[in-house]
């Protein structure tokens, strides 16, 4: 059998600040990083965090993801990590999480099932390449470890999603047999040319399989070129029990079942601490709870009508299916790209999602402006959708880094800019800072990244109807966040797929008029940015989807220019501890600060 491939190694009773060095440059890709540097600092996103949460816990670590965001260097949080370690000691067995048995539908579920379309084989796929000699043998085996370990890989829905009758099922391990789902393809002989259109084709078959009913959420299909060559495991899933951050949970399982092969043990992988039925169950309870009813009036108020169509509220239901010829993929280059996602959250202390979304909401005003735009528009709000990863801090104790399934928030944010100097914002000047510190300050008032909006819509029976009543945002936004491309080892993702990109049943409307799924691809020459615009054919042109999308790029490149200016960036309200500081306030004392410097 051949070599595992080389993973870095943490000893019982690791050093804190060296293991999560490592870890930091691990998920990274950086050759080192030093213990004054910060993740954030670094790039690195939510996404990112909860990978150095999952990797710190098998090295001993405790953490949350919450701290690696906020700690302001390796070795602040280092620190972090012995204090609850000690905490962990101190505490008393608790009670089991709830693992099988009924699975309380959550409210991406019952976002999905409103759609009203098709969702058999709705799915998420990802094709890795295999080491020389991974065979049949070795691939039931890591998949049966997969299915064994990740509870919703084996969830059962009787009646189908949506029904009223008997809720998802979780059975116990062993229920679902990976041999059953696991089709070896000999692909001896075919070369690296032809491998792509081979896992595609066989992926396709593969999708057809798929059955909720029947427990069948994943297919595995592994192109097995012999001892001396690279072969392809393609991953098919049901949509309903994976997501973006569970691929990657799944990815660093597979090594590490390899390396148990490899060395010639059985694969056994570490459970989650918090499994999703018992996640679910604490969603019901939170939906209900007084710190989210509170909430219903905050998100009432988002959804209200807009004076301008584009970026408002629509009625649900009525727009066609998602069809390849209502689809648009743009690609920014590394140049771009590189400090739009690094330099230019840390103007503001921000995040990728501020950066991206004041680009959109800018252009979404340019677009306004060339149809002939309303003067009596004073407020400029530009109403989105907004998915998040869903794996928030809202209850104690829960830890999801390592928790495979759908955890998906979607929730309303309404930005209002207020009327931008558009061509100034377009040239990269003080327009785009003052949108971004804008945009900054409403996504950071969101309570709990949005969670509470799925909760109160499709959990609660009392605001659940009136938050319905208010229509959907015309406009979808989905930041993936960063995917390794490129590499040539094995289990990176194999060339000529795209990654874990959604893929629908045909027939199945859209949720959103217009649609912008983004992701981040690092590869040997850098980061890229690739943006994917669907929209539905009977709500806009499509010549007028394509402005709009050229439209976003041309106030990302704005971004970036107005990043590299001296006078760029700035503290916002919620940076300081004041009470009542507003932004005129911080720029100004920034402004007599900087004369007397």
């Known amino acids: 059998m051949a070599e595992p491939v080389h993973r870095t190694e943490h000893p019982a009773g690791p050093d804190p600040v060296r293991t999560l060095r490592t870890l930091f440059a691990e998920v990274l890709g950086r050759a080192e990083v030093d213990a004054g540097h910060s993740f954030t600092g670094l790039g690195g996103d939510s996404i990112q965090a909860i990978q150095v949460v999952s990797r710190a816990r098998a090295a001993g670590l405790v953490v949350s993801t919450r701290d690696v965001l906020r700690a302001e260097s390796v070795s602040a949080l280092a620190a972090t990590t012995v204090a609850q370690g000690r905490m962990r000691e101190d505490a008393g067995p608790a009670t089991p999480p709830r693992r099988l048995g009924p699975l309380v539908p959550t409210p991406i579920m019952g976002w999905l099932a409103e759609l009203g379309g098709p969702v058999d084989t709705y799915n998420q796929s990802l094709v890795l390449r295999t080491p020389p000699g991974f065979g049949a043998a070795a691939a039931e085996r890591t998949v049966q470890a997969l299915l064994d370990t990740h509870e919703m890989l084996r969830l059962r829905l009787p009646d189908g999603i949506g029904a009223t009758g008997a809720e998802p099922v979780v059975p116990p391990a062993g229920s679902v047999a990976a041999a059953d789902l696991l089709e070896h393809v000999d692909a001896r002989g075919t070369g690296e040319a032809q491998l792509p259109a081979l896992t595609r084709e066989r992926m396709r078959a593969a999708r057809r399989l798929l059955s909720p009913r029947d427990g069948h959420m994943l297919r595995a299909v592994l192109l097995d070129r012999g001892a001396g060559q690279q072969g392809r495991l393609a991953l098919v899933i049901h949509h309903l029990v994976v997501d973006g951050v569970s691929w990657r949970i799944l990815q660093d399982d597979l090594r590490s079942c390899w390396t148990a092969l490899a060395e010639g043990r059985e694969p056994v992988l570490e459970p989650a601490a918090t499994p999703f039925a018992h996640w679910a169950d604490l969603l019901r309870a939170e939906a209900t709870s007084g710190r989210r009813t509170t909430e219903a009036d905050r998100w009432a108020a988002a959804l209200r009508e807009a004076p301008q169509p584009l970026a ?49 909401a800018l252009a979404v005003l340019g677009r306004r402006g060339a149809d002939g735009e309303d003067p009596q528009d004073m407020e400029g709000a530009v109403l989105v959708d907004v998915e998040g990863h869903g794996r928030e801090d809202v209850a104690d104790g829960t830890d999801l880094s390592r928790t495979v399934g759908w955890f998906t928030t979607v929730f309303p944010v309404r930005l209002a800019l207020g009327r931008p100097d558009l061509d100034e914002a377009r040239a990269g000047g003080p327009a785009v800072g003052a949108a971004l510190r804008l945009v900054k300050e409403e996504l950071r008032a969101v309570p709990d990244k949005g969670i509470g909006f799925g909760l109160l819509r499709h959990l609660n029976s009392r605001t659940g109807p009136d938050l319905a009543a208010r229509g959907i945002p015309q406009i979808g936004f989905n930041y993936l966040g ?40 690092e590869g040997p020459d850098g980061l890229t940015l690739s943006a994917t615009w669907t929209w539905a054919g009977n709500a806009f042109p499509g010549p007028w989807v394509h402005d709009l999308a050229h439209e976003w790029f041309t106030m990302l490149r704005a971004v970036v220019t107005h990043a590299a200016r001296p006078d760029a960036g700035g503290l916002t309200p919620s940076d300081v501890s004041l009470a009542q500081v507003s932004q005129a306030d911080l720029d100004t004392f920034e402004s007599q600060l900087g004369a007397l410097l």
């Open 312 to 360: 408002g509220v629509r009625a649900p239901g009525g727009l066609d299916p998602e069809s390849p010829e209502n689809t648009l993929t743009l690609t920014l280059g590394p140049d771009v790209t590189g400090p739009l996602l690094t330099t230019a959250p840390g103007l503001v202390n921000g995040t990728v999602n501020d950066v991206l979304l004041t680009a959109l």
């Open 482 to 521: 960063r995917f390794p491309m490129g590499g040539d080892a094995p289990w990176d993702a194999a060339p000529g797929h795209d990654f874990a990109l959604d893929d629908a049943d045909e027939g199945l409307p859209m949720a959103h008029a217009v649609e912008v799924n983004a992701a981040a691809h």
